[in-house]
């Protein structure tokens, strides 16, 4: 089992900048997939970024030059790096891995853009 917990959401201005953070622990033995969804109020959960052990790494187009996937292998720890934040940014964010053939999900974290 992989435990994810997300850190790192708060009340910004657009504009402004947040980095949110993933902490996995648990039986990490390779983490095949890191990435960071979204879901907006009355809306779908949404793929923001994703990051393969290998590969290329994905950015939903709109947040294409203004967020940042990142992780620390040795530190077990995915991050999500957000500039220039806009009011449609506005949602809860869940970090996700994959691991052998299983989803993992944190509990997510409250991104709000507002003035």
């Known amino acids: 089992q992989v435990q994810l917990v997300e850190s790192g959401g708060g009340l910004v201005q657009p504009g402004g900048s947040l980095r949110l953070s993933c902490a996995a622990s648990g039986s990490i033995f390779r983490l095949d997939v890191v990435a960071w969804y979204r879901q907006a109020p009355g809306k779908q959960r949404q793929l923001v970024a994703r990051?393969?052990?290998?590969?290329?790494?994905f950015y939903l187009d709109s947040v294409k030059g203004r967020f940042t996937i990142s992780r620390d292998n040795a530190q077990s720890t995915v991050y999500l790096q957000m500039n220039s934040l806009k009011p449609e940014d506005t949602a809860v964010y869940y970090c996700?891995?994959?691991?052998?053939?299983?989803?993992?999900w944190g509990q997510g974290t409250q991104v709000t853009v507002s003035s």
């Open positions: 990051m393969p052990s290998s590969g290329s790494t």
């Open positions: 996700y891995a994959l691991q052998s053939g299983l989803n993992y």
